[in-house]
């Protein structure tokens, strides 16, 4: 099951990433900012300026520092940057480097306050099952699905645990087809209609033997 497991989580990860990002700006793909740079110059000025030290990270991040970036995300924490702008980088950076484990408690500090916050709890249950638990990942996405029972994404995700995390077909199908009523033109619709016409039908319940009378 890990195989299969941890092919789920590199596909979905990223797609929960840009939910959780909640508007935030994504990484940028450029040099790590060098002593003298404008940025550095800034962050000498004021070391205090928590946009100063955000930029700084994200350059970092870019160019695959990743302990420099956390450093830097850290810092603008220290200095009063919101939960929801520095959770998802500092979680983004913690999932590169292959610190689940530390991600997942990133995400539960954060859940802890904002129970209501959808798209953590959507990064929670997928480094859940990046961990090998899929129970608590299930216990999560169904959460999702019972306080609103309206998101499409939810059942998309549960859909995908059940067929690759516990190789059942009929839950997994249940959950697609969910998601193709709630979402018929969403992104995922065209290859869940592809899969779900590519299965065979299902077997008929076995009729039970009739009971011979004396």
């Known amino acids: 099951m890990v195989k299969p497991m941890r092919q789920w989580f590199n596909q979905f990860v990223a797609a929960l990433f840009a939910v959780a990002a909640i508007g935030c700006v994504g990484a940028r793909r450029s040099s790590p900012a060098a002593a003298g740079t404008p940025l550095e110059q800034k ?19 870019g160019a695959g520092d990743l302990l420099r970036a956390e450093q830097y995300y850290l810092r603008a924490e220290a200095l009063g940057v919101p939960q929801d702008r520095i959770v998802p980088r500092l979680v983004r950076v913690l999932v590169a480097a292959h610190r689940y484990d530390e991600a997942l408690d990133r995400c539960r500090r954060r859940l802890t306050t904002r129970p209501e916050d959808r798209a953590t709890r959507f990064v929670e249950a997928a480094l859940l099952v990046a961990l090998e638990r899929p129970k608590e990942a299930e216990r999560e996405l169904a959460a999702l699905v019972r306080t609103k029972p309206d998101d499409p ?8 645990l059940y067929r690759d995390g516990y190789n059942d077909r009929p839950r997994a199908r249940a959950m697609f087809e969910k998601y193709l009523e709630l979402a018929p033109s969403g992104e995922a619709a065209p290859a869940v209609r592809f899969e779900l016409a590519d299965e065979p039908p299902a077997a ?5 033997d009739k009971e011979e009378r004396p």
Do not use: F, H, M, R
């Open 43 to 61: 962050l000498a000025q004021n070391p205090d300026d928590p946009q100063v030290n955000i930029a700084l990270g994200e350059a970092s991040e």
């Open 153 to 160: 994404q939810a059942y998309l995700a549960l859909g995908k």
């Open 204 to 208: 008929p319940p076995a009729t039970p």
